[in-house]
């Protein structure tokens, strides 16, 4: 069994597994090299043989215990004929949502412009890199994705006042996102992935009072359906205030935290595997610094059911040595 395998399913304590969010990504210099010469990110994630090598490139580096594929939340508008496209020091711009447009779209037409993500996975899954491994597939949870179909841009801090107020689309648009995750789960399973992570990166910004609605119930339906694959699935509901009501209602089989939340706090509310935390500016400091915070949730979690992570993607600028660091701290910790 893979060892994060036996953290989620047999609740061992006695070993530190390590992933890293965006893992793959800019920090690496031989990520740099590739996306130079692919100007297209979404054309990038759709190149099967660019997209497994990426994601094997931190894996060739570093003593990881899982890859997570090289893709992106947004090939689902991608897939719904939403136009994505990624500029440089702005981040992703989508275009205009049209629900009758997006109400057409069949699962072939879906399959039909993301199939190469599954290739993708199938290449991945099968080198021997990843033997004893685990092969991470993801999705956005119906909520993040929704604030991006409809603000058609990152919201950062806040969302825009009239964002409700077209009730009907709002709805209409959630059921659509969530027919086409289950196939976009299905699909990743069916190719190699064996764990499933839902990265709900926004669910920070809702009132309490909105969490049944946009977070809770879709996010559960996401969570059963990827359960009945029989297949671990980790959610990731950014800053929500309150970690264990989302536990209790979502049930997912790891949580993975934020780096605002309080570990002491998650530890003793949360019965579940815990997975992540550690703030990713920790790896701009220095390697006094990062081990001393990497301590701190080792020894947090020295008696849970742990699976070290980062609590959001390892930034652009970190020093890949200080990645290096951290996975040997995690991997000689006793
Ligand atoms: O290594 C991995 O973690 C796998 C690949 C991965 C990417 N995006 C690649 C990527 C994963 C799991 C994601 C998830 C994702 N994408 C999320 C959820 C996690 C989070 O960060 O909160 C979100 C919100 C997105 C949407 C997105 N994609 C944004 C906002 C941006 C721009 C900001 C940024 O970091 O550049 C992206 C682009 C993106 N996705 C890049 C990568 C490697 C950078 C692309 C580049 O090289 O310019």
Redesign the pocket.
Known sequence: MTLINKVIKENNTSINPIW???????YLPE??EI?KKNPD?IN??LNENLSSE??LQ?LKRFNLDAA???????MLPYGLGQKVV?E?N???RLGELNLDKISQIDEIDFIEKVHRVYKALRKVSSDSILKDKNT?G?V?APW?LLV?MINQQ?PKKNLKEDFFKDEFLINRILLIIEKFLKIHIKNQIDNGANVI?I????AGLLDEKDLPNYIYTPTLNLVNYVKSLNVPVIC?P?EIKNYKEFCDIVKPDAISIDYNANPKEIIKNIKIPVQGGLDPKILLTDKETLKKETMKYLEIFKDHPYIFNLG???L?ETNPSMVEYLVKLVKEYK
Do not use: E, N
Request: with cysteine; proline share 7%.
């Open positions: 890293i969010m965006r893992q793959a990504g800019r990520f740099r996306r990110f990038l994630c990426i994601t931190p997570i594929i090289f893709s992106d939340i947004l990624f440089k702005f981040g992703p991470i993801f956005g993040t991006y990152s992570q990265f709900d990166s926004w990731f950014r959001h993607g390892v652009p």
